[in-house]
């Protein structure tokens, strides 16, 4: 059994709730993930180093980041931008690679464009010629994937899958941006065979872009409880935060 200490914090990590959780187990974690992908990749025919595994780092404290940082994982993944700009700046020292997974709103977008290396949650051009606009020329372009609502829930954010062409086209053209692909996060569900039409789908998008000629290599899909299934269906990154830093306890603001 997994142990964890938790420590609450009243700190402003983001508006509304802050949670702090430093684990002391994150390094084991972080070996059985990488060992579960990699079964799940030899299950599906594929090799393990194709894959990438972004860690969810989400409500967590800057010393649980570090703490994996030393276990050998250098890409994390923030939804909240005030939160992650903090962890950006406590861990300046390390060579760690951000990406924004998370909703954008438009008076969000030129930090996200001067402080992260992937944005995955781009589903509005309004936004991709924003975080084109406002990326330094200094930097590399800005990776960026599409994110796609391929379960048609109204509460989840993603483009329809039949804008993702129209949508793919527009993003590739814009010169501060590089698309890279598609990111998807499918409706729970616990049945194997549901979770693989979702991700079949987003892949199939996917291909579709492709056949336009337009560079699409990532397939961002898969958390915790799924992304067995979504190797399974060719993810190229898999998001997972519960299984490497454990369960999320949230505190309201003062």
């Avoid at 802050?18 to 059985?32: D, F, G, K, P, R």
């Amino acid at each position: 059994m997994m142990r964890f200490l938790c420590v609450i914090s009243s700190g402003t990590a983001r508006k509304g709730f802050v949670a702090h959780v430093i684990m002391t187990t994150i390094a084991s974690n972080l070996q059985a993930v990488r060992g579960a992908m990699a079964a799940a990749a030899e299950a599906s025919g594929r090799v393990a180093e194709d894959i990438v595994l972004l860690a969810v780092s989400k409500s967590f404290l800057p010393a649980a980041l570090r703490e994996a940082y030393h276990a050998g994982q250098t890409r994390f993944a923030e939804s909240y931008l005030q939160e992650a700009l903090g962890k950006i700046a406590a861990l300046h020292d390390l060579p760690v690679e951000w990406h924004f997974i998370g909703p954008i709103q438009s008076n969000k977008t030129r930090a996200i464009a001067e402080n992260f290396s992937w944005v995955h949650s781009v589903d509005r051009l309004k936004i991709a010629e924003r975080l084109s606009a406002q990326r330094p020329t200094n930097l590399p372009p800005l990776n960026v994937c599409l994110q796609v609502n391929v379960s048609g829930e109204d509460s989840k954010g993603g483009v329809a899958p039949d804008e993702v062409a129209g949508l793919a086209q527009a993003v590739a053209q814009l010169p501060q941006l590089r698309l890279r692909g598609l990111m998807a996060i499918p409706a729970p569900s616990d049945d194997v065979a549901v979770q693989r039409l979702s991700f079949a789908r987003l892949r199939e998008l996917r291909d579709q872009i492709y056949r336009q000629g337009l560079a699409s290599d990532t397939l961002s899909m898969g958390m915790s409880h799924d992304f067995a299934a979504a190797i399974a269906e060719g993810a190229t990154m898999v998001r997972i935060g519960t299984a490497i830093f454990g369960n999320r306890t949230y505190q309201k603001e003062p």
